[in-house]
């Protein structure tokens, strides 16, 4: 078990996000900001937002004993804590100036590997409007107020968020925001009913865990049930460049109503 508390991490993060949002609100919306510098770790194009919040997070993070996995350089660093980090979640948005993108972190023990379940604190900020999400063992909140998940039941009184519809699900309306980390906390607070995101990529999807895994472990905090569309746990899910997820996220009972949905 990491000897870091939730208290650390979320000191850390609220000091990574500071220090992203800083140099990130220099340049987002600007032409420069959607320049490509380099190729990702992640084998994408590196845009100039990018690296200036990569380099903003790690400098603050080099001065803690952990191992970053994160989106443009890889693996970074030596801990017994790995923190997944995105520090611009929604690159698209942010280049063209579209207020819906984040700086995503998840804490997790790393003795013997880090997974998806050795997670203990999760952290997101929406870089442009400065809401900030974060989650203990126990509890979800943003700015400081306790959240939990919508009531909703039924799929026609759903307000989703999909990636990608192939048809008619019969929600109630379907949106995309372009920021997983973010939508996964609209689910969180109630503010949208799911998050699924059904794309196979190369068989195993196409979210990676420094997309997902903050907004997972709010989500969950604030009392979603979170699986694969075939309804498989996400517990195992490494906290490696490699990994991929497929997703459902919603309260308990809508949960089983959209894996029925999916099937058909």
């Known amino acids: 078990m990491s000897g870091m508390t939730a208290v650390e991490a979320l000191k850390i993060s609220r000091e990574v996000s500071k220090a992203v949002k800083d140099v990130v609100s220099e340049i987002a919306g600007k032409k420069e900001a959607g320049e490509n510098v380099g190729m990702g770790k992640d084998g994408t194009p590196t845009k100039r937002v990018d690296r200036v919040a990569e380099d903003a997070a790690l400098e603050v993070l080099s001065g803690y004993d952990v191992r970053v996995v994160t989106e443009e350089s890889g693996v970074v660093g030596r801990g017994d804590v790995v923190v997944a980090l995105d520090p611009v979640d929604g690159t698209f948005n942010a280049a ?59 799929i026609e009184e759903t307000n989703a968020i999909m990636y990608y519809p192939r048809r008619d699900y019969g929600f109630k309306r379907v949106r995309i925001f372009g920021a997983a980390s973010l939508e996964i906390c609209f689910v969180a607070d109630g503010s949208v009913d799911c998050f699924i995101d059904v794309r196979p990529g190369k068989g195993n999807g196409m979210l990676r865990v420094y997309d997902v895994a903050a907004g997972l472990y709010i989500a969950e905090r604030a009392g979603a049930r979170v699986t694969t569309p075939e309804g498989e746990s996400v517990e195992d899910k490494e906290f490696t460049m490699e990994e991929r997820f497929r997703l459902v996220v919603a309260n308990e009972r809508l949960h089983k109503a959209l894996l029925d949905v999916l099937k058909v």
Do not use: Q, W
């Open 96 to 154: 063209r100036g579209i207020p819906i993108y984040a700086v995503s972190m998840c804490f997790a023990s790393s003795e013997g590997g880090a997974r998806y379940r050795d997670a203990f604190f999760g952290y997101v900020c929406n870089l442009a409007t400065g809401d900030e999400y974060y989650a203990d063992r126990e509890e979800a909140f943003k700015n400081g107020e306790r959240i939990e998940v919508s009531r909703t039941e039924r």
